[in-house]
């Protein structure tokens, strides 16, 4: 199957801090990424969808301005937590799409632990 | 009521059972993922399906596209299966971006 990676896998960080996170297709070319956010015993919520070279769409009640996504490449999108606080400690994880078989398949990354102090 | 109802919530079970996990979805699909995720860790992907049955190991997934309906089963359950398991469903309401509708997961133990 077509890998995903996330990096870094866990990251602590000071309050006001900014924390980039990094999603890539390695195997594949992702037409499109989507970034989802986990909280403890919950299920997946949506942030957004990147597609490549324009800007992503953002799920109702998501600021734009505090999770930037950048989508530069067929392979790399990034999720960046400007600002952190305390409550946006969580579990991020990246999904890909791809056309590459001919059928819009999906593939998860490994997820980024974010815990900011 | 949620668009995809999991159920059981909590599954318990010895080392050898077979195990079934249910999956109902209320919205009109054009896939459905069954995805495993180990506490604290990533998400990956068992299946996808659109019709009928996929096999890989001692995993199977089934879909009942008229009612609106899939199985996991595991047979022979061993410790390692312990996880929770999610089905998603991507709706069929058209365009290319496929947004993913999540249940809330099965939680399985697996005793030795």
């Known amino acids: 199957g077509a890998v995903v990676s996330q990096h870094p896998s866990r990251v602590i960080c000071k309050s006001g801090t900014s924390v980039k996170i990094e999603c890539r297709s390695l195997?594949?070319?992702?037409?499109?990424m989507f970034w989802y956010r986990q909280f403890p015993k919950k299920s997946l919520m949506l942030m957004a969808t990147?597609?490549?070279?324009?800007?992503?769409?953002?799920e109702q009640g998501v600021e734009k301005d505090k999770f930037l996504i950048n989508h530069a490449s067929l392979t790399l999108s990034t999720l960046t937590v400007t600002s952190a606080h305390p409550e946006d400690s969580s579990f991020y994880i990246c999904?890909?799409?791809?056309?590459?078989?001919?059928?819009?398949?999906?593939?998860f990354g490994p997820g980024t632990r974010l815990t900011v102090l | 009521k949620n668009e995809v109802e999991q159920s059981p919530q909590n599954l318990t079970a010895q080392e050898g059972e077979f195990i079934t996990i249910n999956c109902s979805y209320s919205?009109?699909?054009?896939?459905l993922h069954w995805l495993q995720q180990h506490p604290g860790g990533g998400i990956v992907s068992l299946f996808m399906?659109?019709?009928g049955k996929k096999k890989h190991g001692r995993l199977i997934a089934t879909i009942n596209i008229q009612e609106k309906h899939s199985s996991l089963h595991i047979t022979a359950s061993h410790p390692r299966d312990s996880a929770v398991y999610i089905c998603?469903?991507?709706?069929?309401?058209?365009?290319?971006?496929?947004?993913?509708?999540f249940g809330k997961g099965t939680l399985l133990t697996v005793n030795p």
């Open positions: 195997d594949f070319q992702a037409t499109t």
């Open positions: 919205v009109g699909i054009s896939a």
């Open positions: 990147s597609n490549e070279g324009s800007k992503a769409t953002y």
């Open positions: 999904s890909a799409q791809t056309r590459d078989r001919g059928w819009n398949e999906q593939f």
């Open positions: 399906l659109s019709s």
């Open positions: 998603a469903v991507r709706s069929n309401s058209g365009g290319s971006n496929y947004k993913l509708t």
